[in-house]
Protein backbone atom coordinates (compact mmCIF):
# COMPACT_ATOMS: atom_id res chain seq x y z
CA UNK A 1 0.00 0.00 0.00
CA UNK A 2 1.07 3.25 -0.98
CA UNK A 3 1.46 6.79 1.70
CA UNK A 4 -1.14 9.50 1.34
CA UNK A 5 -0.87 13.24 1.89
CA UNK A 6 -3.60 15.23 3.20
CA UNK A 7 -2.79 18.43 3.00
CA UNK A 8 -1.44 20.27 -0.30
CA UNK A 9 -2.23 23.53 -2.42
CA UNK A 10 -3.19 24.36 -5.80
CA UNK A 11 -3.28 27.42 -7.75
CA UNK A 12 -6.92 27.64 -6.34
CA UNK A 13 -5.23 29.28 -3.46
CA UNK A 14 -1.52 30.07 -3.32
CA UNK A 15 -0.01 26.76 -4.56
CA UNK A 16 1.92 26.94 -7.70
CA UNK A 17 1.03 23.76 -9.24
CA UNK A 18 -3.06 23.46 -10.90
CA UNK A 19 -4.82 20.78 -9.45
CA UNK A 20 -4.68 18.50 -12.41
CA UNK A 21 -1.09 18.82 -11.99
CA UNK A 22 -0.93 17.82 -8.70
CA UNK A 23 -2.46 14.98 -8.73
CA UNK A 24 -0.75 13.75 -11.90
CA UNK A 25 2.69 14.53 -9.79
CA UNK A 26 1.14 12.89 -6.21
CA UNK A 27 0.64 9.80 -8.63
CA UNK A 28 3.88 9.97 -10.38
CA UNK A 29 5.58 9.94 -6.86
CA UNK A 30 4.10 6.72 -5.90
CA UNK A 31 1.06 8.13 -3.55
CA UNK A 32 -1.73 6.55 -3.20
CA UNK A 33 -4.22 9.55 -2.39
CA UNK A 34 -4.28 13.06 -1.40
CA UNK A 35 -6.41 15.66 -0.25
CA UNK A 36 -6.68 19.04 -1.66
CA UNK A 37 -6.62 21.77 0.85
CA UNK A 38 -6.73 25.48 -0.62
CA UNK A 39 -7.24 28.32 1.56
CA UNK A 40 -11.18 29.48 1.77
CA UNK A 41 -11.98 27.98 -1.12
CA UNK A 42 -13.11 24.52 -2.91
CA UNK A 43 -12.96 25.86 -6.07
CA UNK A 44 -9.26 23.67 -7.21
CA UNK A 45 -11.52 20.28 -5.97
CA UNK A 46 -13.60 19.73 -8.90
CA UNK A 47 -10.71 19.92 -10.96
CA UNK A 48 -8.84 17.61 -9.18
CA UNK A 49 -11.02 15.27 -8.72
CA UNK A 50 -12.13 14.51 -12.37
CA UNK A 51 -8.48 14.47 -13.00
CA UNK A 52 -7.78 11.36 -10.50
CA UNK A 53 -10.95 9.80 -11.95
CA UNK A 54 -9.13 10.14 -15.09
CA UNK A 55 -5.58 8.91 -14.00
CA UNK A 56 -7.05 6.29 -11.92
CA UNK A 57 -5.88 7.92 -8.39
CA UNK A 58 -7.87 8.95 -4.94
CA UNK A 59 -8.24 12.55 -4.72
CA UNK A 60 -10.31 13.96 -1.50
CA UNK A 61 -11.55 17.14 -1.79
CA UNK A 62 -10.94 19.52 0.93
CA UNK A 63 -10.41 22.67 2.51
CA UNK A 64 -7.94 24.52 5.00
CA UNK A 65 -10.51 27.64 6.59
CA UNK A 66 -8.77 30.14 8.96
CA UNK A 67 -10.15 30.57 12.12
CA UNK A 68 -10.54 33.46 14.51
CA UNK A 69 -7.56 33.01 17.39
CA UNK A 70 -5.00 34.60 18.95
CA UNK A 71 -2.07 34.73 20.14
CA UNK A 72 -1.03 32.56 16.90
CA UNK A 73 -3.14 31.52 13.93
CA UNK A 74 -5.61 28.57 13.84
CA UNK A 75 -6.12 26.82 10.47
CA UNK A 76 -8.73 24.01 10.05
CA UNK A 77 -9.19 21.19 7.81
CA UNK A 78 -11.58 19.72 6.20
CA UNK A 79 -12.31 16.52 4.45
CA UNK A 80 -14.68 15.34 1.95
CA UNK A 81 -16.60 17.66 2.28
CA UNK A 82 -19.67 17.68 -0.29
CA UNK A 83 -18.02 20.86 -2.59
CA UNK A 84 -21.65 22.04 -3.78
CA UNK A 85 -23.27 22.44 -0.19
CA UNK A 86 -25.56 25.54 -0.08
CA UNK A 87 -24.59 26.29 3.40
CA UNK A 88 -20.40 25.83 2.71
CA UNK A 89 -21.23 27.87 -0.67
CA UNK A 90 -22.99 30.68 0.92
CA UNK A 91 -20.35 30.90 3.79
CA UNK A 92 -17.58 30.62 1.18
CA UNK A 93 -18.99 33.42 -1.36
CA UNK A 94 -19.66 36.12 2.28
CA UNK A 95 -15.93 35.63 3.53
CA UNK A 96 -14.80 36.18 -0.57
CA UNK A 97 -17.13 39.35 -0.12
CA UNK A 98 -15.97 40.67 3.64
CA UNK A 99 -12.09 40.13 2.08
CA UNK A 100 -12.88 42.44 -1.06
CA UNK A 101 -13.81 45.06 1.32
CA UNK A 102 -10.99 44.96 2.92
CA UNK A 103 -8.81 47.11 0.78
CA UNK A 104 -11.70 49.84 0.16
CA UNK A 105 -11.76 50.41 4.09
CA UNK A 106 -7.90 50.74 3.91
CA UNK A 107 -8.33 53.40 1.48
CA UNK A 108 -11.13 54.86 3.18
CA UNK A 109 -8.95 55.27 6.65
CA UNK A 110 -5.63 56.44 4.54
CA UNK A 111 -7.85 59.16 3.31
CA UNK A 112 -9.58 60.19 6.35
CA UNK A 113 -5.92 60.60 7.69
CA UNK A 114 -5.75 63.23 4.96
CA UNK A 115 -3.75 60.93 2.66
CA UNK A 116 -4.84 61.47 -1.31
CA UNK A 117 -4.63 57.88 -2.62
CA UNK A 118 -7.61 56.19 -4.23
CA UNK A 119 -8.61 52.50 -4.52
CA UNK A 120 -7.71 52.91 -8.34
CA UNK A 121 -4.26 53.59 -8.04
CA UNK A 122 -3.73 50.65 -5.75
CA UNK A 123 -5.77 48.43 -8.32
CA UNK A 124 -3.15 49.85 -10.73
CA UNK A 125 0.12 49.21 -8.53
CA UNK A 126 -1.30 45.31 -8.39
CA UNK A 127 -1.49 44.94 -11.80
CA UNK A 128 -4.30 43.34 -12.08
CA UNK A 129 -3.24 40.84 -9.53
CA UNK A 130 -4.87 40.36 -5.66
CA UNK A 131 -4.52 43.27 -4.32
CA UNK A 132 -2.67 43.42 -0.65
CA UNK A 133 -0.98 46.21 1.84
CA UNK A 134 2.49 45.94 -0.14
CA UNK A 135 0.28 47.01 -3.30
CA UNK A 136 -1.10 50.17 -0.70
CA UNK A 137 2.53 50.79 0.37
CA UNK A 138 4.05 51.08 -2.98
CA UNK A 139 1.32 54.11 -3.92
CA UNK A 140 2.49 55.47 -0.74
CA UNK A 141 5.98 55.48 -2.16
CA UNK A 142 5.33 56.70 -5.32
CA UNK A 143 3.41 59.71 -3.99
CA UNK A 144 6.29 60.16 -1.17
CA UNK A 145 4.27 59.97 1.28
CA UNK A 146 6.54 57.43 2.97
CA UNK A 147 10.75 57.18 1.93
CA UNK A 148 10.45 53.54 1.98
CA UNK A 149 8.42 50.31 2.25
CA UNK A 150 8.79 49.81 5.76
CA UNK A 151 7.69 53.38 6.22
CA UNK A 152 4.61 52.95 4.62
CA UNK A 153 3.82 49.46 7.37
CA UNK A 154 5.29 50.92 10.31
CA UNK A 155 2.99 54.22 10.25
CA UNK A 156 -0.06 53.28 8.15
CA UNK A 157 -0.42 49.44 7.43
CA UNK A 158 0.66 47.15 10.11
CA UNK A 159 -1.45 45.70 12.76
CA UNK A 160 -2.35 48.51 15.44
CA UNK A 161 -1.30 51.31 12.73
CA UNK A 162 -3.97 53.98 11.63
CA UNK A 163 -4.81 52.58 8.20
CA UNK A 164 -4.57 48.92 9.56
CA UNK A 165 -7.96 46.40 8.93
CA UNK A 166 -8.44 43.38 10.01
CA UNK A 167 -8.62 40.50 7.79
CA UNK A 168 -12.58 39.01 8.19
CA UNK A 169 -12.05 35.33 9.53
CA UNK A 170 -14.55 33.37 10.84
CA UNK A 171 -14.70 31.86 14.33
CA UNK A 172 -13.70 28.15 14.87
CA UNK A 173 -17.65 27.61 15.79
CA UNK A 174 -18.75 28.78 12.67
CA UNK A 175 -16.21 27.08 10.09
CA UNK A 176 -16.55 23.89 12.24
CA UNK A 177 -20.19 24.19 12.09
CA UNK A 178 -19.97 24.72 8.01
CA UNK A 179 -17.92 21.60 7.38
CA UNK A 180 -19.78 19.72 9.43
CA UNK A 181 -22.80 20.61 7.62
CA UNK A 182 -21.30 19.70 4.41
CA UNK A 183 -20.43 16.41 5.50
CA UNK A 184 -16.94 17.50 5.91
CA UNK A 185 -14.55 15.68 8.65
CA UNK A 186 -12.83 18.64 10.48
CA UNK A 187 -9.13 18.56 11.79
CA UNK A 188 -7.37 21.34 13.53
CA UNK A 189 -4.11 22.04 11.45
CA UNK A 190 -0.72 22.39 12.49
CA UNK A 191 -1.16 23.05 16.09
CA UNK A 192 2.38 24.21 16.13
CA UNK A 193 0.98 27.65 15.02
CA UNK A 194 -1.35 28.29 17.51
CA UNK A 195 0.82 30.11 19.97
CA UNK A 196 -0.28 28.05 22.87
CA UNK A 197 1.37 27.88 26.05
CA UNK A 198 2.30 24.22 26.66
CA UNK A 199 0.34 21.02 27.09
CA UNK A 200 -2.79 21.89 29.08
CA UNK A 201 -3.42 25.24 27.76
CA UNK A 202 -3.43 23.52 24.09
CA UNK A 203 -5.80 20.48 26.31
CA UNK A 204 -8.35 22.86 27.13
CA UNK A 205 -8.64 24.58 23.58
CA UNK A 206 -8.80 20.92 21.99
CA UNK A 207 -11.81 19.88 24.63
CA UNK A 208 -13.29 23.18 23.20
CA UNK A 209 -12.91 23.11 19.93
CA UNK A 210 -14.16 19.28 20.15
CA UNK A 211 -17.12 20.43 21.34
CA UNK A 212 -17.95 22.65 18.30
CA UNK A 213 -17.43 19.58 16.37
CA UNK A 214 -13.60 19.41 15.85
CA UNK A 215 -12.81 15.32 15.01
CA UNK A 216 -8.87 15.14 14.07
CA UNK A 217 -5.53 16.80 14.68
CA UNK A 218 -2.89 17.47 12.20
CA UNK A 219 -0.23 15.29 14.38
CA UNK A 220 2.51 14.97 10.90
CA UNK A 221 3.44 17.85 9.53
CA UNK A 222 7.07 18.88 8.73
CA UNK A 223 7.38 21.87 11.03
CA UNK A 224 6.49 19.89 14.03
CA UNK A 225 9.00 18.57 16.31
CA UNK A 226 9.24 14.48 17.16
CA UNK A 227 8.54 16.21 21.11
CA UNK A 228 5.20 17.70 19.39
CA UNK A 229 4.73 14.61 17.74
CA UNK A 230 4.40 12.73 20.71
CA UNK A 231 2.32 15.51 22.64
CA UNK A 232 -0.37 15.97 19.73
CA UNK A 233 -0.66 12.36 19.16
CA UNK A 234 -0.99 11.68 23.22
CA UNK A 235 -4.24 14.10 22.57
CA UNK A 236 -5.88 12.67 19.90
CA UNK A 237 -5.74 9.62 21.81
CA UNK A 238 -7.22 10.82 24.77
CA UNK A 239 -10.20 12.26 23.11
CA UNK A 240 -10.60 9.64 20.43
CA UNK A 241 -9.74 12.05 17.87
CA UNK A 242 -8.46 11.24 14.70
CA UNK A 243 -4.24 11.68 13.37
CA UNK A 244 -3.90 13.03 10.03
CA UNK A 245 -1.16 14.76 8.61
CA UNK A 246 0.22 16.24 5.24
CA UNK A 247 3.45 18.45 4.15
CA UNK A 248 1.33 21.45 3.61
CA UNK A 249 3.51 21.68 0.16
CA UNK A 250 2.47 24.71 -2.38
CA UNK A 251 5.00 23.34 -5.07
CA UNK A 252 8.61 24.51 -5.23
CA UNK A 253 9.42 24.65 -2.19
CA UNK A 254 11.96 26.74 -0.97
CA UNK A 255 13.32 24.44 1.60
CA UNK A 256 13.44 20.57 -0.12
CA UNK A 257 9.79 20.01 1.05
CA UNK A 258 8.35 17.43 -1.27
CA UNK A 259 4.69 15.87 -1.67
CA UNK A 260 4.24 13.05 0.44
CA UNK A 261 8.08 12.39 2.37
CA UNK A 262 8.06 16.36 3.50
CA UNK A 263 11.16 17.15 4.55
CA UNK A 264 12.37 13.17 4.77
CA UNK A 265 10.60 10.42 5.43
CA UNK A 266 6.89 11.01 6.04
CA UNK A 267 5.25 8.64 4.04
CA UNK A 268 1.91 8.33 6.12
CA UNK A 269 -0.22 5.01 5.14
CA UNK A 270 -3.36 4.79 3.67
CA UNK A 271 -5.15 3.71 7.14
CA UNK A 272 -5.05 7.48 7.97
CA UNK A 273 -7.68 7.74 4.81
CA UNK A 274 -9.02 4.76 6.02
CA UNK A 275 -9.87 6.65 9.54
CA UNK A 276 -10.82 9.68 8.23
CA UNK A 277 -13.44 7.82 5.87
CA UNK A 278 -15.00 5.77 9.15
CA UNK A 279 -15.49 9.02 11.15
CA UNK A 280 -17.13 10.58 8.43
CA UNK A 281 -19.83 7.34 7.54
CA UNK A 282 -20.01 7.36 11.35
CA UNK A 283 -20.99 11.29 11.66
CA UNK A 284 -23.26 10.61 8.34
CA UNK A 285 -25.34 8.10 9.51
CA UNK A 286 -25.72 9.92 12.87
CA UNK A 287 -27.61 12.44 11.51
ZN1 LIG B 1 -2.22 26.34 7.44
ZN1 LIG C 1 -1.92 24.81 4.29
Redesign the pocket.
Known sequence: MGYVDL?LHTTASDGVLSPSEIVRYAKAKGLQAIAITD?DTVEGCEEGLSEGERIGFEVIPGI?I?AEHSPG?M?I?GFFLDIHHPLLTERLKYLQKARAERNPKITEKLNRLGIDITFEEVLRASGGGQVGRPHFANVLLEKKVVRNFQEAFDRFLKKGAPAYVDKFRFTSKEALHFINEAGGVAVL??PN?LGMNGYSELEKLIVHLVDEGLKGIEVYYPEHSAAQIVQYKSLAEKYSLLSTGGT?YHGMEKSELDIGVGRGDMKLPYSIVQNVKAVRSRSLSGR
Open positions: HHESSHLAHTD
